[in-house]
């Protein structure tokens, strides 16, 4: 084929990878990109616009790596700065993004969008710095350790709205939230009625702390066991999921997968319904980290921001203290192992050495307990470098070789939006589970949760689609920087 040719079939890749964004259509735009890419690699701009689809996708270390060539190609690229610096704020790199503004400010010092942003990231970077200057780690006293219950004062009205029942049901439960033994409140508490939540959270970290990094499930032989992935602040899409398969008691446990919060903007209401659960059944009720229960993540992706808005700026901090003693996986019945992400850059690893892994952090960029929130799988054999710029992307031949290592059967995990909202993948031997349909009102995606039963653990997938929710966008409360993307 003449070069001219492969140029013309190029920019026709392009031209279709537009439309494609314009849909919303972001799997199929990247697929078009890369084809052009291949047939002409001199343009930087198709770089460039498949890192915006990365970015689309939280592909944020393809997005990166793409941007990044793009300016390689062609310094002058403008777009090229504004990509790579919102690859680099997703991944929490702050200061590398106001780099790539500070130049494009240079470059076109009279745009005002240009400005903007850079002054958007210039005050994060700056709390940060001044957050950083006045934090005394050893000496730091915890939130839970400062808050004092008895001096909070119950709203007048609130005395009214609190029920007590024995036996819930999902119409009760609809309107109400969980609080620990049995009782519920209302969702629509204003800040001034912020006991009880607060009761709520010291209760979860003091449960929480006596739980090990790895949980052990046991699953009796005829008895259904329910695992459920990202739920993403989409708290009527959660309803259904008890709607459709039975609220949470000890003959109906579940596991949560993590990514309870952020992205949807009733994450608030998520996340204390789940809390509630875990007091209410903590024996029959399991929780898994995800990497959006973090304390980088809640500031971008809208939770930080919401629990401000129903509550308070040290309510926020609570959950930040309460995330980091969730638990990282769960083994159940000796053969599964689910935790949010994946496996690891390195063979040879054991549960042991998970149970080992202190956690009582923030997440760190590598090691043990980041590749277990962050890792993904792939279809290619061996390992990767993380399209997220975090973790690690695994083939199935390091799934088999941990499950042999390990004497397991097959691993859980979610993290990914999947159109049917669940894959097997690896031979059948990494399964992904995916909870919150249509993710950001936006994917079209379904949502799905897993049941199985103690004696042969053969997983069984129940899809649904999204439910209709109040008019509130997703990321309602997400920092204003995220307006970057574009």
């Known amino acids: 084929m003449s070069q001219i040719r492969k140029i013309t079939i190029a920019n026709h890749f392009k031209r279709h ?15 078009l990109y890369s084809s052009a890419i291949e047939l002409d690699d001199s343009v930087a701009i198709y770089y460039g616009n498949r890192s915006l689809a990365y970015l689309r996708t939280e592909c944020f270390g393809y997005a990166l790596n793409d941007a990044t060539k793009a300016l390689e190609m062609d310094k002058a690229y403008i777009k090229g700065y504004y990509r790579r610096a919102s690859a680099h704020m997703s991944l929490g790199k702050f200061k590398l993004a106001l780099k790539d503004y500070e130049t494009v400010t240079k470059t076109r010092p009279n745009d005002r969008d240009a400005k903007m942003k850079y002054n958007e990231c210039q005050k994060v970077v700056k709390m940060m710095l001044f957050q950083k200057a006045i934090a005394v780690d050893d000496d730091k ?26 036996g819930a049901n999902l119409d009760k439960l609809k309107p109400y939230l969980i609080f620990g033994n049995k009782i519920f409140f209302s969702r629509m508490l204003k800040k001034t009625c912020r006991k009880y939540p607060c009761k709520i959270l010291l209760d979860i970290k003091e449960q929480l702390m006596k739980v090990p990094t790895l949980v052990d499930i046991t699953v009796p032989d005829e008895n259904k066991f329910t695992v459920c992935g990202d739920i993403h602040g989409q708290y009527y899409d959660l309803m259904n999921i008890f709607e459709l398969n039975g609220l949470p008691s000890e003959e109906n446990p579940y596991l949560f997968n993590g990514d309870f919060v952020d992205r949807g903007s009733f994450s608030v209401e998520c996340i204390f319904v789940l809390f509630g659960f875990k007091l209410l059944y903590p024996n029959h009720f399991f929780m898994s980290r995800g990497n959006h229960e973090s304390a980088t993540m809640n500031q971008m992706y809208g939770f930080e921001g919401e629990v401000k808005a129903k ?18 996986c769960h083994c159940i019945n000796s053969k599964i192992l689910v935790m949010h992400g994946g496996l690891f850059s390195k063979d040879d690893v054991t549960l042991d050495d998970i149970r080992k892994t202190e956690r009582n952090r923030q997440p760190p960029e590598e090691g043990i307990m980041c590749e277990l929130l962050w890792s993904d799988p792939m279809p290619g054999l061996g390992r990767a470098p993380s399209k997220r710029g975090v973790g690690v992307q695994f ?43 249509n993710y950001c009102d936006t994917m079209g995606n379904k949502g799905s949760f897993i049941t199985l039963r103690g004696n042969d653990l053969k997983p069984k997938y129940t899809t649904y689609e999204a439910v209709p929710h109040p008019a509130v966008k997703p990321m309602a409360y997400a920092n204003s920087i995220l307006s970057m993307f574009s």
């Open 17 to 31: 990878a537009v439309g494609c964004r314009k849909e919303q259509q972001y799997d199929q735009a990247i697929e």
């Open 141 to 166: 006293k915890s939130i839970a350790e400062s808050i004092n219950l008895e001096a909070m004062v119950l709203h007048h009205g609130l005395h009214q709205l609190i029920i007590r029942f024995s």
């Open 311 to 328: 509550y308070t700026g040290q309510m926020a901090e609570l959950f930040t203290e309460v995330y980091n003693w969730l638990p990282l």
């Open 395 to 437: 083939g199935p031949d390091v799934t088999k070789k941990f499950l042999d290592h390990n004497d397991l059967d097959y691993v859980i995990r979610s993290h990914e939006v999947k159109a049917d909202g669940y894959e097997v993948g690896h031979d059948g031997k990494c399964i992904t589970v995916f909870s919150a349909p």
